[in-house]
């Protein structure tokens, strides 16, 4: 990751290097999060399940020991311009990542409802959305560390994958609903899967929309939209 | 420099093209910069820059200087104040001064005050002059401290006190423009709030100028910032883009503490 190394007080570069690595890490494990989830849902593995729902807390420990540097050092070092706007974003950044560590843990929680559901033709689907919301939620930590911008766009561009993947997904359970009355408890788990993967996505471009404003100090221009996913939600909660 | 969504609907002053030599040397290059009348305009840099020596071009300081030149257009309400027809005297009084160290005279609290006014002939007799002192002392927040001391040195006063009282001298003799050169420097961090706190009223009053070292008290002062570097003038903008997106790199450098 980039180092800053160019204060003239240098004990500064230390606590901004420092965020940055805390940041790092929290994206890293909330990234991790996410792929054991999914794991645990395609192989029904309650023992990873378990584990993603407890590592989860390391994530939360994270968000609060950068909120609490965050704050010191604006107290301490009165950053201006591009370093106040960099802890501004650090701040909401981990909120946003702790989100992220939630919607996987959540993702976990059903997999010991879901006994029946691995012959479910939407789990790989699922398992190639989660790939792709992974992808981003790495790339949009990764153009914070590198203060890059234009990565940040395109993971803004992409999340349109996402949000594409969802309204498939939202159709092929439902079809495999009306079909499979039986099941309708399992699908429903998994729309939620795929809701909450849809919203990892946003996440995900949230940041990369916080990334631009510290790189280039002016809001990103509002992106293209993709189709409304279809419950007609997804879009709206986003602002 | 950029100029974006910066204009100044009614600049009490006007500088356009200014140069500023010392002998040989050129101190200021080519400032072109506008001051508002209801704004507190700050100036930062680093030292050397020619903060000072800009602000100082304001009211013809720099005239105490033998070997100082100033070129280019500096006006006051459109008028040229380095024209042969401008009284230097009266235009100090219109673009009053206070300066990085209290400067009382040694004189009583009350004759700091009432020196400008008297022999600017504002007032006609000793109970105009009361009211003008009282008046310019309140307005300085000074008035409860000394009001019954007026007879006592302003030198006896403390720094926070004094500079006060510089102001309140300062604004006796009715000006449209204060010039404040590092005005709480040599102020302990309480005085320097009360001297912030002041210029927040006057402004409105009066248009008024700070050179300030302090980056966070042009922050917190001003709604304009100018950032000078090496004799010229880098950027100026509102004060809230200044401090949160500068569009220089060399502003940006020197705010955020990367600067040499």
Known sequence: MALTNDHTVKAFDEDLNRLRGLISEMGGRAEQALLQAMTSLSKGDLDLAAQVVRDDKKIDALEAEVEQLAVQTIALRAPMADDLREMIAALKIVSVVERIGDYAKNIAKRVALMDQTRSIEAIPLLISMSNIVAELIHDALDSFAARDAELAVRVTVRDKNVDDFYNSIFRTLVTFMMENPKYITESAHLLFVAKNLERMGDHATNIAEMVYYVVTGDHMEERERGEQPEDGAAEQEQG | ?260
């Not at chain 2, 100028?209 to 000078?228: C, E, G, K, L, P």
């Open chain 2, 1 to 260: 420099m950029t100029q974006d969504d910066l204009t100044i609907a009614d600049p009490k002053m006007k500088a356009h093209g200014v140069n500023v030599f010392y002998g040989e040397k050129q101190a200021i290059n080519d400032v072109s910069i506008d001051v508002g009348t209801d704004l507190v305009t700050a100036f930062i840099g680093p030292s050397g820059c020619g903060k000072s020596t800009f602000l100082r071009s304001l009211n013809r300081m720099n005239d105490t200087v033998a070997s100082a030149k100033v070129t280019g257009q500096i006006e006051l309400d459109g008028e040229d104040i380095y024209a042969p027809s401008m009284d230097v005297v009266q235009l100090r009084a219109r673009v009053g001064m206070v300066f990085q160290k209290p400067n009382p005279f040694p004189k009583s609290i009350y004759d700091n005050v009432g020196y400008g006014p008297r022999i600017h002939g504002l007032a006609p007799n000793k109970a105009d002059l009361d009211v003008i002192v009282e008046r310019a002392l309140v307005r300085a927040g000074l008035w409860d401290e000394v009001k019954d001391r007026l007879a006592e040195s302003g030198t006896a006063l403390s720094g926070g006190q004094q500079q006060r009282l510089c102001i309140a001298r300062a604004i006796a003799v009715d000006p449209e423009v204060i010039l404040m050169d590092e005005p709480c420097s040599a102020l302990d961090p309480i005085a320097t709030a009360k001297i912030e706190e002041l210029i927040h009223e006057l402004r409105g009053k009066y248009a008024i100028v700070i050179v300030t070292h302090n980056m966070q008290q042009a922050a917190r002062v001003s709604q304009r910032t100018a950032f000078f570097h090496l004799g010229t003038l880098v950027e100026y903008g509102k004060t809230t883009d200044i401090f949160t997106n500068p569009k220089q790199e060399r502003t940006k450098d020197y705010i955020t503490g990367r600067y040499g």
